[in-house]
């Protein structure tokens, strides 16, 4: 076998494309797709922004998709929550304040709330109803994140926010894009120019976590955006991760001038997740750590200079 061959990466499907043999189907590629057995729609929606429909699931519980894409569900959501934000977490000097760019189902503020020095964090999302939606169907996911009041809701473009931040000279410590992929309506917030942005952003010791994309279907994207990432900060290191519900192997990032959280001890992991009263998570730990940097060698061909 000569291995994977990366395919150009699946647009979103229309009404037709989403069912097929009794499937409910998660695009991978042009002619590689996931497929459901047995998902029952339970609500449809068109905001101005995209369609929002969420499934009950046999195999993951209750989930939703954004213009034909899974995003999170009940079942595995913790996979992906977990590792957008604590690898990087643990690491730094402190977390008092956090940007979350996206993520309007919650759970990137409900894992960067669990860390008791945090005193702001801002969710910057642009569509309300994916807020109201996620709420309604899947609270699972924030698990009341919305309600603490160190937590701020910025409902409008997440570039605009960050442009109005920059002028009035705001900091943070950790920054996360919980964004829909980016090679659809994300992409500008996945341009260099935008990174420039976020780096002027982030504090001394901050850091910008987001996730890349299927390394296995989208192997271009991946590249360009970790090339990006490296034309703009010191510090780029990918991750991989394995998420049921996408159906395949998912990349992210964390991106810094001053930090590597590979570089972290399991130890001081470990000790951290003590301190802070993290024992509790479904996912990530601190033997986990290190394999989450630790690349295979054919994506580590594939992917770095």
Not at 275 to 292: E, S, V
Request: hydrophobic share 40%; glycine share 10%; charged share 20%.
């Amino acid at each position: 076998m000569s291995g994977f061959q990366s395919s150009t990466a699946a647009t979103p499907s229309t009404d037709t494309e989403d069912h097929a043999a009794g499937l409910l189907l998660e695009w991978l590629a042009p002619d590689t797709a996931l497929g459901l057995k047995n998902a029952t729609l339970v609500e449809s929606i068109q905001s101005p922004y995209q369609r929002i429909d969420v499934y009950d699931t046999p195999q993951f519980g209750r989930a939703y998709r954004l213009d034909g894409r899974f995003m999170a569900s009940e079942g595995d959501e913790y996979f992906y929550h977990e590792c957008i934000v604590h690898p990087a977490a643990l690491g730094l000097p402190a977390l008092r304040s956090a940007l979350i760019v996206g993520g309007g189902d919650g759970g990137s503020a409900r894992e960067i709330l669990k860390y008791p020095g945090v005193e702001r964090v801002v969710v910057a999302e642009l569509d309300a109803q994916v807020i109201e939606v996620t709420r309604r169907h899947l609270p699972g996911i924030a698990c009341g994140a919305f309600d603490d009041p160190r937590l701020r809701i910025c409902v409008g473009d997440g570039r605009d926010y960050v442009a109005k931040a920059n002028a009035r000279g705001e900091q943070f410590d950790m920054v996360v894009f919980d964004l829909t992929e980016a090679d659809g309506s994300a992409s500008a917030l996945h341009a260099p120019a935008f990174f420039e942005q976020i780096k002027q952003l982030l504090g001394p010791h901050g850091v910008l976590c987001l996730h890349l994309g299927a390394p296995l279907f989208q192997a271009e994207l991946v590249r360009r955006l970790l090339r990006d990432l490296g034309a703009c900060f010191k510090h780029v290191r990918p991750g991989t991760l394995y998420i049921p519900l996408y159906g395949t192997l998912w990349a992210f990032a964390c991106a810094s001038d001053t930090y590597d959280p590979a570089t972290v001890s399991c130890a001081t992991i470990d000790g951290r997740l003590h301190q802070f009263g993290m024992t509790g998570l479904r996912y990530y730990n601190a033997q986990l750590h290190p394999a989450l940097f630790a690349l295979p060698t054919a994506l580590r061909r594939s992917l770095l200079p």
